[in-house]
């Protein structure tokens, strides 16, 4: 798929720009803070309507604006389609050739990106939440019912944990909710474990050929979901399901003293392992790096034989941590089959005579040139 054209008002330091983006590989250049992330930052956001970067979407609208409006046409395999999306202080609003969504997930997915930025090395490095975030992110863009799931999941886990919090309070309080908040919570929560593994073993057998390749053959990267329940249990949803109520049960004295829920996909990982041993502990920086890399371009792959096209490629300041070889062999990989944007603060750090239909766009103060 392609985005076509792009238009943004009021959306961080744009005021009101509009530009078509045809090109395959488009690389946005200017100095320091004039909005070249913003702009790759407001593509990933009319894909999955959040951001990569915070989980407030009000620091999306230009300061003193009431909302900010995204629009983009996008070109794709069986026709054209236009995406409207509107974020207010109220919320956020969707439409999808011109007609609005009722539910957001039933927008997220026309428009299927993969962003490459210097923050994702966190997916590999930072907190067990970083990657789950990563991993409902990603699921939910090829399976927007997946969204779904996750917020009935949510809803009920915070219920839950209110519920646990009211019997610690009241100590001779009856626990006769609990079964039913149980059953609920692990209804929902064996969907998520179960697309989470499934997704995880295609990203980690398309990341495995990547990585050999990145590296000459010499590293081998596996990836693994790290639950509290066995991976037979993941395979039956029968046997999930009691292995979760029995899990839940042992923890409940813990659960209601401490007033959170212990057990469920909320508390589950994303290990990743070179060579068998685990990057995060044992890998260098180089082989984090790679590894995140590896994760990111096995990503395009996975949506191309989800959805059937390749998804759009974001590389936000990732070409100065590269080498000039690497930075073309990684562009021109791409550059015939992928739509790229990049960002960039000096051009003359890409070799723009290797690229074909490439278009430079300069970025100052929030205007395009
Ligand atoms: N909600 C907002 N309203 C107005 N301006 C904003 C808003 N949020 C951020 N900005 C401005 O956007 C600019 C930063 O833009 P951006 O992060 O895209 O920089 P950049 O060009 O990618 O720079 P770098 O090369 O340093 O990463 C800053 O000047 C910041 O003040």
Redesign the pocket.
């Known amino acids: 798929m392609q985005l076509k054209k792009l238009s943004l008002q009021h959306y ?2 744009y005021d009101e720009v509009f530009f078509e983006t045809g090109h395959m590989v488009n690389i946005i250049v ?1 100095p ?8 790759l930052e407001s593509i990933f956001v009319l894909a999955l309507t959040k951001s990569h970067r915070t989980h407030q979407d009000k ?5 003193n604006a009431s909302h900010t409006l995204l629009h983009g046409e996008v070109e794709k395999k069986y026709g054209t389609c236009q995406l409207d999306l509107t974020i207010s202080q109220q919320g956020k609003k969707a439409k999808i050739n011109g007609l609005e969504q009722k539910k957001l997930s039933n927008f997220v997915g026309s428009l299927n990106v993969v962003m490459f930025a210097p923050e994702d090395l966190e997916i590999v490095k930072g907190s067990p939440s970083v990657r789950r975030r990563f991993l409902d992110m990603e699921i939910g863009q090829v399976h927007p019912a997946y969204l779904y799931d996750l917020s009935q999941y949510q809803k009920i886990l915070t219920q839950r944990n209110n519920y646990l919090k009211q019997l610690f309070s009241a100590k001779d309080a009856k626990d006769g909710m609990l079964e039913v908040w149980n059953e609920q919570l692990a209804n929902f929560g064996i969907k998520i474990i179960k697309k989470r593994q499934s997704f995880i073993k295609k990203l980690q057998s398309w990341a495995e050929k990547i990585h050999l390749g990145i590296t000459g053959g010499g590293e081998q990267v596996r990836i693994a979901y790290a639950t509290a329940f066995d991976s037979a249990a993941v395979e039956d949803e029968t046997v999930l399901f009691d292995q979760f109520m029995i899990k839940l049960s042992q923890v409940k004295e813990q659960e209601v003293r401490r007033g959170v829920t212990l057990v469920g996909p909320h508390r589950d990982d994303l290990l990743f392992y070179i060579n068998d041993k685990e990057v995060q502990t044992f890998g260098s920086q180089g082989q984090q790096r790679t590894t995140a890399l590896s994760l990111k371009l096995a990503e395009i792959e996975l949506i191309r034989e989800e959805v059937g096209e390749y998804p759009i490629l974001l590389l936000d ?1 990732v070409l100065s941590e590269l080498d000039r070889s690497r930075q073309t062999q990684l562009i021109e990989t791409f550059q015939n089959k992928v739509q790229t944007f990049i ?1 960039t ?1 000096g051009i003359e750090s890409v070799d723009l005579a290797k690229l074909e239909n490439a278009s430079v766009i300069h ?1 100052r103060n929030g205007s395009l040139t």
């Open positions: 961080r330091n200017g320091n803070a004039q909005g070249k992330t913003n702009l620091e999306l609208i230009q300061w300041d960002t603060t970025v």
